[in-house]
């Protein structure tokens, strides 16, 4: 039986950096952090061959993000762009969209332009993160959409 989603992953290139960003810049705590190196049981439960990385799995409001530096296998650059298949992005609904966007610039986000408006219902922006991910900021306005 599924219960709900528990987390989200995503792949950097420096924890740390990662870290701050998302706790400093997006307000969420570290609950858990580990490393492992070559773990005949890591491989098997992840697929990888000698597998070799660090994670900390961050609590939100309402979901966890699960952060990972990969040293070995080497990790390929696939970020994606909106329109691929697959987890292209995550959104994070916000309150006040216009004032997240100007904090979030101050903490190394890009955005690809400004805070579109649908109407009354709701608003909506992407941005990548300092490590080239997508995240897509959305605030609904209208109470009769469901609200986190």
Known sequence: MIVGIHHVAVGVDDLEKALAFYTEGLGFEVV??????KREEVD????LKDAC???AMLKGPNAYLEV???SHPAP?????DPNDRGYPHFALQVKD???EYDRLLQHGMT???DVVHFGEESSAIYGRDPFGNIIELYEINTPDIAQL
Request: net charge positive.
């Open 44 to 47: 098997r439960a992840i697929g």
């Open 68 to 70: 990972w530096e990969y």
């Open 76 to 80: 390929r650059d696939l970020r994606s």
């Open 32 to 37: 858990q952090r580990s490393e492992f190196e």
């Open 111 to 113: 955005f690809a332009g």
């Open 53 to 55: 990385a660090r994670m």
């Open 97 to 99: 969209i216009q004032q």
